[in-house]
C-alpha cells in the first residue's frame, strides 16, 4: 500500500534500548497510519564555566556529534527492518529536548517516545520532559514501555470534559484501526467536605450521584459509537481512585488513551500523582492526547 505524505509520525532517540522500541512501535504507527516516519535526536553542546576557545574542546564536542548520528541512523535502519515501505528521515536537532519535540510537534501526526532514556531523555517519566510535551504537544504523545502486546481492548479514560471526548475520539480511532473493543473508564469518587459547615449528602443521594456519573459515560461515548459501530464498547463505572481504574485495566490492554487535562476524577491527569502512577504502573503505552484550542499558546 501507498505510504502518503504530510503530516509525520516523530519519534525521540538517544541511543537507549527504551528509544530503539520507540522506533519499532513508531514504525508500525507511521504504517497504520499511512504516514512517513521522522526520527529525532535532540543534540546540545557541552557547557563550560569559562569561554576558553573551540580549540581545545574541537575534538570533544565532534565525537559528541559524531556519536549522535549514529544513534540516528541506527534508529533508521531499525524502523526499515520493521516496516521496509514506510519512508523514513532522521535528524540530528540542535537544542534541548523538550523545545525540540515541542517544535516538532507542531507539524506531526503523533510523537512517540520511549518510556526510559539517556542523554536529552534523562528520566523520560520522572523527570519534566515528558510532562511538558504530553502537556502541550500540539498533536497526541504516545508514551512506550517494551514491547506493546498485539492483542486487548484500547482502554479510554473518560470524565465529561471536552478534552475527555477529544481521548474517547482517538482511542475509538485507534479500536477501529487496530481491529479490537474498546473500554470506556469513568471513576468517581465520594462527595467531601470541602469547607467547614459543608454537607456531604445521604446515602440516598449518593445512588442518585452515582446515576449522574453513569449518565456521564454514557453520553461521553455516545456519539463515537454511533460513528464507529464495528468497535465493540464495554463501560467501566468505577467507584474509586481513577489512577487504579486505569492501571487496572492496563493489564490486558494493548493501549491506554487520556486526556492531557480535564475535570473531575481524571482532572490534571497529567500535572499531579495521578499522571505520575499512569505513567509509571500502566502496563502498556499510554496515548496522550492534548486539545489545540483556537488562539491558545504552545
Known amino acids: 500500500m501507498t505510504i502518503n505524505t504530510g503530516a509525520p509520525v516523530v519519534v525521540g532517540v538517544d541511543g537507549s534500548d527504551a528509544a530503539l522500541d520507540a522506533v519499532r512501535v513508531a514504525a508500525r504507527e507511521a504504517e497504520h497510519r499511512h504516514r512517513p516516519l521522522r526520527i529525532v535526536h535532540a543534540f546540545s553542546w557541552p557547557l563550560t564555566v569559562a569561554d576558553l576557545g573551540p580549540a581545545p574542546f574541537a575534538a570533544e564536542t565532534a565525537g559528541l556529534r559524531d556519536e549522535a548520528e549514529k544513534f540516528v541512523a541506527q534508529a533508521v535502519a531499525e524502523a526499515g527492518k520493521v516496516t521496509p515501505d514506510v519512508p523514513v528521515t532522521g535528524a540530528v536537532v540542535d537544542g534541548a529536548a523538550t523545545p525540540v519535540l515541542l517544535d516538532e510537534a507542531r507539524d506531526a501526526a503523533l510523537v ?11 528520566g523520560l517519566l520522572i523527570g519534566s520532559v515528558t510532562v511538558q ?15 506493546p502486546r498485539a492483542d486487548g481492548p484500547v482502554v479510554v479514560g473518560v470524565d465529561g470534559s471536552e478534552l475527555s471526548i477529544e481521548a474517547v475520539d482517538f482511542a475509538f480511532e485507534e479500536a477501529a484501526r487496530r481491529g479490537t473493543s474498546l473500554v470506556a473508564v469513568h471513576a468517581w469518587l465520594d462527595p467531601v467536605v470541602l469547607f467547614p459547615g459543608a454537607v456531604v449528602p445521604p446515602a440516598t443521594d449518593l445512588a442518585a450521584y452515582a446515576d449522574d456519573e453513569r449518565r456521564v459515560l454514557a453520553e461521553s461515548v455516545a456519539g463515537h459509537a454511533e460513528r464507529y459501530p464495528e468497535v465493540s464498547v464495554r463501560h467501566e463505572l468505577v467507584h474509586g481512585s481513577p489512577a487504579q481504574a486505569l492501571i487496572e485495566q492496563s493489564r490486558d490492554a494493548q493501549l491506554v488513551v487520556v486526556g492531557a487535562h480535564g ?5 490534571g491527569l497529567l500535572l499531579g500523582s495521578v499522571s505520575h502512577a499512569v505513567l509509571h504502573h ?17
Open 263 to 267: 475535570r473531575g476524577a481524571l482532572g
Open 282 to 298: 500502566t502496563q502498556s503505552p499510554v496515548a496522550i492526547v492534548r486539545h489545540a484550542r483556537t488562539g491558545e499558546g504552545s
Open 112 to 122: 512517540v517516545l520511549g518510556h526510559r532514556g539517556l542523554g536529552g531523555f534523562a
Open 133 to 147: 510535551v504530553s502537556a502541550r504537544a500540539q498533536c497526541p504523545v504516545l508514551v512506550v514501555r517494551g514491547e
